[in-house]
Nanobody
Framework: QVQLVESGGGLVQAGGSLRVSCGVS????????MAWFRQAPGKEREFVSA????????YYADSFKGRFTISRDNAKNTVYLQMNSLNPEDTAVYYC????????????????WGQGTQVTVSS
């Protein structure tokens, strides 16, 4: 059983930065493509970023290119999302997801999900 646990969310002022993390249980972490999605109040869950098994390929939704950076440390079974230049529209619950494929922007392609971590950006 694969379990994902996000951490690092919190309250940050507009223009600030935050790094959220996702720890993954199990010895097969490096066989999973990882992704971050987010869901703001009253909105559908949206794709943020994805990364391949070894961290060599990364994918971003257009609205996050240049501001957010995804990375992973397979030795620590952890994937990260560094978020810079945050604005109030980035307020959402951020979810990490794992799947046997990588790079997909479709939530249905990911088999495992964390419980989410709240990120709130104040103006």
């Amino acid at each position: 059983q694969v379990q994902l646990v996000e951490s690092g969310g919190g309250l940050v002022q507009a223009g600030g930065s935050l790094r959220v993390s996702c720890g993954v249980s199990g010895r097969t972490f490096r066989t999973y493509g990882m992704a971050w999605f987010r869901q703001a109040p009253g909105k559908e869950r949206e794709f943020v970023s994805a990364i391949d098994w070894y961290g060599a390929r990364t994918y971003y939704a257009d609205s996050f290119k240049g501001r957010f950076t995804i990375s992973r440390d397979n030795a620590k079974n952890t994937v990260y999302l560094q978020m810079n230049s945050l604005n109030p529209e980035d307020t959402a619950v951020y979810y990490c997801a794992a799947g046997t494929r990588y790079g997909s922007r479709e939530s249905g392609q990911y088999e495992y999900w964390g419980q989410g971590t709240q990120v709130t950006v104040s103006s």
